[in-house]
């Protein structure tokens, strides 16, 4: 019992997974298929029930943020789009200051889907833009072109979304700092409240992956991500958008608190297939193909692939190397109450380590990534693993 | 049994290898072979060998499977004892073949019907040759359809020269020919010669360490008959051992009576150490021994040397307790303690070749799991003094300030190859571009050319071998051998990181090259070491001189962009693998330098300017 009431004081967060695309994008590695011919009643039906259960065993009152990503959540028509909201709603206790997003694909909604969202409560919308320059986003496998993003943004802030981010993606094969400077200009045009940008990371399984080991994939290099990264943090401070992780930036009080759920460590519920959720202390992972995902859920299971208890050490390593991402880095007094040891002392040597190096410093009772620690994030993240069993 | 028995056995044993090139099927027809032959062992064996006991479940031995004991029923009715010893096939173990073949009176030798005689087999064939072994040919995977066996036929006549028109035309695969080989093993293959009542001479042509009984050696019995309870001599080291064990692998170890002439089996006498069993030694009776032992046996000494260092300091200890039990198993491995400013204590090693060098370095990783930094491979240099004294450098740090050497020796060995006539360009080629020194050229018939040259030592340890195959599609055979000392115009390479001199990355080289190579290490480098924090020149000198630079950028952005979907455990894994590869890294001064840019010397011909 008494391990369901902290679950219950812990848990506000959940993401849900929908793996279709009408496009599969030359980098993407995260579970997708190919939306024709998918039975995607079937797994909608397949996601209420799985919520259903999880709910069972692990009773939330509010969650504080709802994230629905993929694949592609704007994919779905509007009966299943409507039947997704409803499916939700019926299961997941939330309430007008629940941050609700839903990932978007530019030119994906319609206003049909739009005010189906809006009815349901849904009050984010993360677009995922990646550039603003159409030979680019042919090259990446992207279905849409930059005029979808001023059409999609337009109808969405029409229809009353006030809380809409873009995502961005550089280092791209063939992008030069000039291109992604622009790209930036044309973004922070629209005065959006959140931005993220985030580097190219080539994925095993990927178009690109593919290309990269033939040779056939020219990057810009290591410098010029460099580059491009630091011009990303000037203009966004420039625009008043405040970096509050590595590669989020947002306008006060606009910070994603899906996305600090991951880093503040927190738990979260994750449902669909390939999706992963931390409960009850234990990080577990969905079966990724859709039929093993569902075919458990038909006999009132849950569709876990792997599930592993986070040790204590485990646990305090991470909280270091995701706290860490956030510009507020992390605060010595919460983690000691947090796991009843003090962080500069358990990891003394890492710690002075790193000063020395200057990637971080320390102060006012927090550890946090110096700019250059921002760019060499990895070098101060993989210190910390392993240490705190010794 | 007494010496009438012993003779009627001796005539009905046949001992023999199979040579093949890598692919063609040596292992598909050795298991057909044992398939043929099983039926019998499990039911006659056991009348034979009324009183033997089963190493294996009786203590666990471990046995390396290079001979194996086969019983045979011919056709005429009568059953045969054969014995089948596995050979090694690298040019750095090509005395451990001719030994092994030295245990034979035949060989079978396998050629794809498909691809003809491959560079390898020629060399083993040759081997078999000197040691007057009856070669059987046996045209395998005939059921291919590119299979053309006539073509092969005359190829084998051709180029080896052997009669072929009795050629078994075999598929070790579909089990066609079979019986024709086990056939023409009885029917051609010499039963051993030898007086089993004379004084003992067995040879060793391998051997191994097992905890609970030291060395256990594979014999083969050339004269006389060992039991247990004998005492013997070892002739070339004359260390005398009591006889606790002998016995055959059927492929079990499986504990005999005796061996007499002619069987292929192991002994064991509590040997502590392999160096007392040297392959190509005789054994002997201690008492009233024979005077003569028998031909062939080399002591081997190493011929490359490197420092193998533990990247975790910490481990200097486990280092050398793996090295000592590894020389147990390997008399040819060599050792000393050694230090370098760079990589702190670990060990000197020489090596037969690098190969040897290769296997000993991986087992080391592997089995002992003590992660290592290897140097790049040296010879012995002998380096006059201007005062007129001479030392000997294995190690390149080691080697004196130049203004107090007067000469520097390097070995240099008689370099034997031979291919078809297609490729003596490139094979000139390759040895001009290794120092070189044309010796004879001989056509051996229409088609096929031996070349000899005399390389330095030096260069055969780097990639001849490697280059010499690829630039003659594998066909060329290659064998050397010492033949003294040379002067030449060497120099010391020094490479210095971040100002700081690495005495682990020095190297020798010839005045000529020197320029050329100092480029060429300096970017192999750039390209080897991961970008550090901070900006890191790399720079090859000689003496006071800098030659060549490059400089390793510093590191600008490596950071993890995305959150993956809330997959913490995807990120931790990719931070761990990225800790991981540092922790096979060595801190050099400030510098985390990678395992293989210790060895990039080696790879400096990749990308010889081709002039």
């Known amino acids: 019992m008494r391990q369901e009431q902290e679950v219950l004081k812990l848990i506000h967060a959940a993401y849900i997974h929908i793996p279709f695309c009408h496009h599969i994008c030359h980098y993407c590695d995260f579970n997708k298929v190919l939306m024709n011919r998918q039975p995607v009643e079937e797994y909608l039906a397949s996601l209420e029930t799985e919520m259903k259960i999880t709910l069972q065993e692990y009773k939330s009152n509010k969650l504080q943020s709802i994230f629905v990503g993929g694949g592609t959540p704007t994919a779905l028509n509007e009966k299943q789009l409507e039947f997704l909201v409803t499916a939700i709603q019926r299961n997941l206790p939330y309430d007008q200051t629940t941050e609700y997003t839903f990932e978007a694909n530019p030119g994906d909604l319609s206003i049909e889907k739009l005010k189906i969202l809006k009815d349901a409560g849904v009050n984010r919308l993360s677009f995922g833009v990646q550039s603003f320059n159409d030979d680019l986003l042919k090259a990446i496998g992207r279905s849409h072109r930059a005029a979808d993003v001023y059409q999609s943004i337009e109808s969405a802030q029409a229809i009353g979304f006030k809380n809409i981010s873009i995502d961005l993606i550089y280092s791209l094969p063939g992008q030069t700092v000039e291109d992604f400077k622009a790209t930036l200009k044309t973004a922070l045009g629209f005065g959006l409240v959140h931005y993220s940008g985030y580097s190219l990371i080539i994925e095993p399984k990927t178009v690109f992956y593919n290309l990269m080991n033939r040779g056939k994939l020219r990057l810009p290099g290591e410098e010029a991500e460099a580059e491009m990264y630091e011009v990303l943090m000037e203009q966004m401070e420039l625009h008043g958008l405040n970096q509050y992780e590595i590669s989020n930036f947002a306008l006060q009080g606009y910070e994603s608190r899906h996305n600090l759920t991951y880093w503040k460590n927190e738990e979260y519920f994750g449902f669909g297939a390939g999706a992963h959720s ?113 | 049994m007494n010496r009438e028995e012993r003779l009627e056995r001796q005539s009905k044993i046949r001992n023999f290898s199979i040579i093949a090139h890598i692919d063609h099927g040596k292992s598909t027809l050795a298991d057909r072979i044992l398939e043929k032959t099983n039926a019998l062992t499990s039911r006659e064996m056991k009348d034979q060998l009324l009183d033997s006991m089963d190493l294996e479940r009786e203590r666990g031995i471990t046995i390396k499977l290079n001979s194996v004991q086969l019983m045979y029923k011919a056709k005429d009715g009568e059953i045969y004892t054969f014995h089948l010893i596995d050979t090694p096939g690298h040019v750095d173990f090509t005395y451990e073949v001719s030994r092994s073949l030295a245990a034979c009176e035949g060989a079978i030798l396998v050629v794809d019907a498909a691809q003809g005689i491959e560079a390898q087999t020629l060399a083993n064939v040759y081997l078999a040759l000197d040691n007057d072994l009856e070669i059987l040919p046996v045209i395998n995977k005939i059921d291919l359809p590119s299979a053309d066996p006539e073509r092969v036929r005359g190829e084998i006549e051709e180029v080896i ?10 598929s070790a695969k579909a089990g066609i020919g079979i019986e024709e080989i086990l056939e023409q093993i009885v029917e051609k293959v010499p039963a051993p010669q030898g007086d089993p009542d004379g004084p003992l001479k067995a040879l060793i042509f391998d051997s191994l360490y097992d905890a609970y009984r030291g060395v256990v050696a594979y014999i083969r019995v050339v004269e006389g008959t060992v039991k247990a309870g004998d005492k013997i001599k070892m002739m070339a080291t004359g260390k005398e051992f009591e006889v606790t064990e002998v016995g055959v692998f059927t492929p079990k170890a499986v504990l005999t009576e005796e061996l007499s002439v002619g069987d292929v089996g192991f002994l064991t006498a509590a040997i502590k150490n392999v160096g007392d069993t040297r392959v190509g030694d005789t054994i002997t009776n201690a008492k009233k021994g024979a005077t003569e032992p028998l031909p062939g046996y080399r002591k081997l000494n190493p011929m ?101 050497i007067d000469r520097i020796e390097e070995p240099y060995v008689k370099a034997t190859m031979m291919a078809p006539n297609d490729y003596v360009g490139p094979i000139m080629e390759i040895c001009q571009q290794k120092r070189g020194v044309f010796i004879d050229m001989q056509y051996l018939d229409e088609t096929r050319v031996s070349i000899v040259y005399e390389i330095p030592l030096s260069e055969i340890v780097y990639d001849f071998f490697d280059q010499l195959k690829s ?108 800790k991981e590869g540092k922790k096979r890294m060595k801190q050099v001064g400030s510098v985390e330098v990678p395992q293989e840019a210790f060895m990039a010397v080696l790879k400096m011909d990749d990308n010889t300017p081709k002039k």
Request: glycine share 8%; hydrophobic share 35%; proline share 4%.
């Open chain 1, 278 to 390: 931390y409960v009850g202390g234990r990080r577990r992972s969905n079966f990724g193909p859709l039929k093993k995902y569902m075919e458990p859920i038909k006999n009132g299971e849950l569709p876990v692939l792997d599930d592993h208890e986070v040790t204590l050490p485990e646990k305090m390593e991470e909280e270091m190397f995701l706290g860490l991402r956030k510009t507020d880095g992390v605060g010595i007094r919460h983690f000691t109450d947090k796991f009843g040891y003090n962080p500069s002392e358990l990891f003394r040597k890492e710690l002075s380590d790193l000063t020395a190096r200057k990637l971080i410093e320390i102060h006012n009772g927090r550890i946090m990534l110096t700019k250059n620690g921002r760019l060499l994030g990895n070098e101060v993240f993989q210190s910390f693993l392993g240490v705190s069993n010794h």
């Open chain 2, 161 to 170: 020269g052997l009669d072929a028109s009795e050629a078994v035309l075999a």
């Open chain 2, 304 to 404: 490359v040397y490197c420092g193998l260092y533990p990247i975790d300091s910490a481990k200097f200890n486990d280092l050398r307790e793996a090295l000592e039990k590894l020389e147990l198993n390997d008399s040819a491995l060599q050792f000393e303690p050694e230090t370098s400013q760079a990589l702190g204590f670990g060990f000197r090693c020489g090596f037969l070749g690098l190969l040897h060098m290769e296997i000993i370095q991986e087992r080391i990783e592997r089995e002992f799991k003590i992660d290592l930094i290897t140097t790049a491979p040296s010879v012995i240099y002998h380096v006059i003094m201007t005062d007129g004294s001479e030392i000997r450098v294995d190690n390149p740090a080691d080697m004196p300030d130049p203004q107090k």
């Open chain 2, 471 to 578: 630039s003659t599609k594998g066909y060329a055979s290659f064998d050397y051998e010492l033949i003294g000392y040379k002067p030449s115009k060497l120099v010391k390479m020094d490479i210095l990181l971040n100002t700081e001199k690495v005495d682990a990355l020095s190297f020798i080289v010839h005045k000529d090259f020197a320029y050329d190579r100092g480029k060429i290490i300096v970017e192999k480098l750039k390209e080897l070491i991961p970008r550090q924090q901070f900006e890191v020149p790399i720079q090859a000198a000689i003496g006071q001189k800098i030659v060549a630079r490059s400089t390793i950028k510093a590191m600008r952005k490596n950071v993890l962009a995305k959150c993956y979907g809330g997959d913490i455990s995807r990120k931790r894994k990719l931070l761990e693998k990225q």
